[in-house]
Structure formats: C-alpha cells, structure tokens
C-alpha cells in the first residue's frame, strides 16, 4: 500500500511540474503606461483614459530596464513610449518594461 502511495506521488509531481513551470521571460503584469517624462532617475508616466494623470517612479542602479525585451539603460527611454512597470509601495521601480511607441498613437488605447 504504501509503494502505491509512493508511485501515486511521484506520478502526480511529474505531472504537475511541467504545467506550473512558466516559459520565458517574466513580464510586468498590469497596464501598458505611456511615458511622459524620463531621464537617468525618474520616470513619469500617464494614467487613466484621460492621460491627465501622472505618477512619477524613482529609477535607481538596480531598477532593471528593458526596451522591446533587449536591456538598455534608462536614458534610453523616450517620451511617448509605452511601459509596464515593477514598483513597490514606495515608488521605486524595480523594473520598467519598454515598448517604442505606437505607429498610431490615436489608435492605440493606453491604459
């Protein structure tokens, strides 16, 4: 009885492991923020439909960078793109995930 537990377990956590395991790169959940200003420490960007909302991040030397997946460095980063941000309750980014801005900026609904 208990070799057939013990297969059962093995059976199930060979199973499991393979659906839980996330593939690729980790992305910033949340919605894609445009970028209104950015230089080597901060970083403000728009929120809600209207765009007259900004919240301003501070950048330091360990917040990760990312412009269309490949790594750069915030001075990189340029108004009217858009971004998914990492932040913890004091607004300092861990990371920003960048994207060029939108062909059609009228077309692309952010937020």
Sequence with gaps: ????????????????????AKKGPHHAEGPELKIVSVDAVRIAVSLGKSGDEHIEYKITDQTIVTLNGAAV????????????????????ATAIHAKDAPAHPSKHRVG
């Design 1 to 20: 009885m208990k070799s057939l537990f013990a297969i059962l377990s093995i059976l199930l956590v060979a199973l499991v492991l393979p659906v839980s």
């Design 73 to 92: 460095a915030a001075r990189d980063l340029r108004v009217g793109m858009v971004c998914r941000i990492e932040a913890g309750a004091d607004k300092v």
